[in-house]
């Protein structure tokens, strides 16, 4: 999407716009609860994590693709992930060296993913990418609905995908540098 205009205000961005406000919303009801598993605060981040399909879908169903939604939606997607650490951190639903892992991977992406739109860099999210935040946050909301074993296995499945698109995705950027 390099080179196209930001396009700011487009009926998938406000979807975006709302999945963002909605991450501070969450932080609240699930910082300010006793043990991080209220009905609320997973509602929220459900809500959030799940509507991350509904920008691309009313993207392509309205053709308004935008800039703005190509860097808006995998930033909303960070955040969430590393808001849902923060909270199964504070509560150790998940194993914190696990949950330092995923918090490291993701800051990386932003840095990286920045410093590569600097250089004019288009990177497209790739499926292993696309499927392991579903993973991640599928995971993050059953650790705070549930005790059970689905949740690490959810979460761990996604983990390992994070790391696995990590890779893809500095192996693109690396090539695609050599080709400029």
């Not at 716009?17 to 009905?39: H, K, M, N, Q």
């Not at 909303?76 to 849902?84: C, H, I, K, M």
């Not at 949950?99 to 992406?109: F, G, H, S």
Request: charged letters at 15%; glycine letters at 10%.
């Amino acid at each position: 999407m390099r080179g196209q205009p930001l396009h700011p205000l487009t009926i998938p961005n406000l979807v975006g716009y709302v999945r963002l406000a909605g991450i501070p919303v969450f932080l609240y009801l699930a910082l300010s609860s006793g043990d991080g598993r209220t009905a609320a605060a997973a509602i929220v981040y459900l809500a959030i994590a799940g509507s991350d399909y509904l920008d691309g879908f009313l993207a392509r169903a309205t053709g308004q693709y935008s800039r703005m939604g190509a860097l808006l939606d995998p930033l909303v997607d960070r955040l969430t992930v590393l808001a849902g650490v923060v909270v199964c951190w504070k509560f150790e639903l998940l194993p914190r060296w696990a949950l330092a892992v995923l918090a490291a991977r993701e800051l990386a992406t932003l840095v990286v993913a920045q410093a590569g739109l600097r250089r004019g860099l288009d990177l497209e999210i790739n499926w292993v990418g696309r499927w392991s935040v579903w993973l991640t946050m599928g995971g993050i909301f059953l650790a705070m609905v549930t005790a059970a074993w689905i949740a690490p296995a959810m979460f761990f499945a996604g983990l390992v995908g994070s790391l696995l698109a990590s890779l893809l995705y500095v192996r693109t950027g690396l090539a695609e540098l050599h080709r400029k």
